[in-house]
Structure formats: structure tokens, C-alpha cells
């Protein structure tokens, strides 16, 4: 594959790679054959949404932690994740834009993390 920069198109590449991976990977695979059922749709939301994360486009319209939340993830998952998000980055971009695609998925994956498994415990 080779490195490209930072487009909208090449994030479309990415998501599409990546995706590719990780419904073959033994811990991911499982639960992304669960849930997402039309794989189409599913890339094109999901390019979106990278595409606003890392060129600040506004087409997607989803809520990330409502939609993780439902699903039974592991704070392990997240780091699958992004060790195979960071290897399909390394090889669609080049490498200073690898390394703004993985930086920012850190971000997001440790925001998620945050949200679906480190919540304070309530009062009396």
C-alpha cells in the first residue's frame, strides 16, 4: 500500500483497511460480527466521523460513547484497537500524518475508555 497524506479519501482508505483487519482479529472479529450487520453504511458513518476528527468536516451525526456503550468491550479491546488503527496508519499515510491519525484515535480511545468504564461512583 502506499503512504498518501492526510485527505478525505485517504481516510475513507484507512477506515476501509482497518475494518478489514479487525473482523479478522480473534478479539475484535467477534464483536464488530455482532454488531454491525451492513458493513456500507457502517464505513461511510464511520469515515465521517474521521473525517471531522481529523479535518474537522461535519457530516457525522452519531454519539460515539452511546454507541460503544452497548456492546461488551473491554478496556483490552481499546488497546487492540488502536495498536491496529496505528499499523493501518503507518501504512495508508505517511508518517507524519500517521502519526496525527494515531495521536488523535489515542485521544478518542482513552475519552471513550473514560467514559464507558472509569465513571466515578455515585453518593448516598
Known amino acids: ?8 479519501q485517504t481516510i475513507g482508505l484507512q477506515v476501509e483497511h482497518f475494518y478489514e483487519k ?12 455482532s454488531a454491525i ?7 461511510v458513518e464511520i469515515t465521517d466521523f474521521w473525517c471531522g476528527a481529523l479535518l474537522g468536516v ?5 454519539n460515539p460513547l452511546a454507541a460503544h456503550a452497548k456492546h ?10 488502536l495498536a491496529l488503527w496505528g499499523a493501518t496508519a503507518d ?18 480511545g482513552e475519552s471513550l475508555k473514560s467514559g464507558l468504564f472509569f465513571r466515578p461512583a455515585k453518593g448516598p
Request: hydrophobic share 40%; charged share 25%.
Open 72 to 81: 461488551p468491550l473491554t478496556p483490552a479491546m481499546f488497546d487492540r484497537w
Open 1 to 8: 500500500m502506499s503512504q498518501a497524506s492526510l485527505t478525505e
Open 37 to 43: 450487520q451492513d458493513w456500507p453504511p457502517h464505513i
Open 22 to 33: 479487525a473482523r479478522e482479529d480473534a478479539l475484535l472479529g467477534p464483536v464488530f460480527s
Open 58 to 62: 461535519r457530516r457525522y451525526k452519531g
Open 91 to 108: 501504512d495508508v499515510f505517511e508518517p507524519g500524518d500517521a502519526a496525527i491519525v494515531k495521536d488523535r484515535a489515542g485521544l478518542i
